[in-house]
């Protein structure tokens, strides 16, 4: 671990950008390419809500891909959508070989559903498609980076998983208040983090008990 700068003061609930700035005081002006595969991954992650970009969040909150009817709601004759009610998802947090995954599976009746459907009736998604609209959220090696944090790191690899932690906490509770979110399951950033802080290393047996545990069988209506 690099010596710390005397004049590098990390805030209280830092930034990104802050984190990032320092890393670099404590690593003569670089950032360890390791740090910043698990940075841009939050970076990434913290753009969902603020860019422009297509995501599985917009897309699950973009009214016209609701079903108005099953949902109870008029469309105006400028196009305004106002439903009743909002289109039920699951979500589960995991941790597997890639790092870290928020994904987000939608209801049929009361099944969880993990497979391309268009308009079916029961659905209330006009459109699901797991490929655009499953992982809301990936941090890379996010699940190794705590391990090498406790092995070696120092207190900014300790800001950035915090951070991370507060990043999926954050888009959670947007998914709350714009979709009705039945359930939020898994592995959370802070559980995976208090396991490798008690056990200090992580063996295949504990990885395992990390992961999320298996949806529920898909049906096809």
Known sequence: MSKQNSKAKLPVNPTLKEINWYKKQLNWG??????????????????????????????????????VE????????SGIIDCEK??????????TDRGFELHAFPLVKDKQIDQYISDNKYMEFRIWDPYTMKIVLRINQLHKYMQFFF?????????????????????I???KKELNVVSVKGVSI??????CEKERTVDQDDLALARLISPEPTSKE
């Open 151 to 171: 092995q070696r790191g120092d207190d900014a690899d300790k800001a950035l998983i915090i951070y991370s932690h507060k990043i999926v906490y954050k888009i």
């Open 190 to 195: 802070k559980e995976f983090y208090d396991l």
């Open 86 to 95: 909002k289109p039920r998802i699951a979500l589960h947090q995991i941790f």
């Open 173 to 175: 509770e947007f998914l």
């Open 70 to 77: 099953l949902l109870g709601g008029t469309i105006s004759h």
């Open 30 to 67: 670089e950032l360890p390419p390791f740090y910043h595969m698990v940075a841009s991954s939050l970076a990434e992650s913290e753009g969902i809500l603020s860019h422009g970009f297509d995501n599985a969040v917009k897309r699950m909150i973009d009214k016209r891909n609701w079903h």
